[in-house]
């Protein structure tokens, strides 16, 4: 049934791009305090954590009213955000899409920004039918529903944040690229969480390293008995080790972790995000933990799939990172012995490091 839906919206948009010429309303070229500007990102925490950059630097140089549309999956990634005057969640159905256009014309928004790097057909229909004086995106096969778009940057070496923030010039902002990073604010009571649940778990403050072992697909699961085999590698050094999993995952968690291990999973996702944000190292599968941990710098390893894609892999931005990658179709390719071979100088390196500031 799903496969029947996407045929029925592609060829829905396919038409639409046919039929929709360029809007003949006036292009606003100037933003200010005064601007109601509504950015979208649907789809994946991740995939809302690699717009924030670009959510920043409008709200600093415009200081305009910021909207964002996200969906039920990802809108925890906006959750505190100060750069957002309003968060609005997309339901899906006809309801909800009428619902946005409605929100759209009764808010008097000047412009509606598609911050996705490919076409979404959900988010095309929006653009086309709202009433926005601006329809800003990337240029994409799309093109037809925006009044104004740049050309989007060679995935296949752009790191997907600078790709988004390539946006900015179409508010005439040509941002400084030393002060580009993620953001994720955290609210005080996940801090006392975090920490209370970190000291209670731990008697020495020592150098702590986080092993997340969920992802958003099962592709990217490494298995029960490798993560089992990497927890007694790193146990050969005087650290502290914390198991991390997402609530799904919390019985692979148990499974790993056994007696001789911490693990933490939260429904509470600033939760789950606070205490990564006290790691010194994070060990992770290519998920929307990656992320967090740029906006916190936190030193990243990673192991990430790369299947019949030349695309650039997600990576942390701006923080101290390695990692392996496999073109296989999933994980299971990865083994042990790569992992600790490649993790074992990054490491090292993270460990002095700690222990020289200590």
Known sequence: MKKIELILKNLLLRILLLLKGKSNLPVKNSFDENSKILFIRLNRIGDALVTTPLLHEIKRSLKS????????????????????????????????????LRFIKDNNIDTVVDLHDDVSTTVSFLIALCNAQNKFGLEKENKNIYTRTIPKPDSN??????RVMEISKLFNIQPDKSRIKLHYYLDKASIENADKFISGKFGQNKFLAGINISAGSDARF?????????????SNYDINILLLSSPKDSKAAVKIAGKEYNYFYSNNFSEFAAVISKLDLLFTPDTA????????????????????TQDLIWSPYKTKFDCIVTTGHNLCGITVEQVTAGLKPFLETIILEYNAVK
Do not use: M, P
């Open 65 to 100: 009213k910021i909207y964002v549309l996200a969906d039920r999956k990802n809108f925890t990634a906006y959750t505190n955000n100060q750069d957002i005057d309003k968060l609005v969640i997309f339901e899906k159905g006809v309801k909800g899409f009428l619902d946005i």
């Open 157 to 162: 070496i752009h790191h997907v944040v600078d």
């Open 222 to 234: 490494w298995g029960i008995d490798n993560f089992k085999s990497l927890l007694g590698y790193l």
């Open 289 to 308: 933990a990656v992320h967090l941990a740029s906006a916190f710098g936190i030193s990243t390893f990673g192991i990430f799939v790369k299947y019949n």
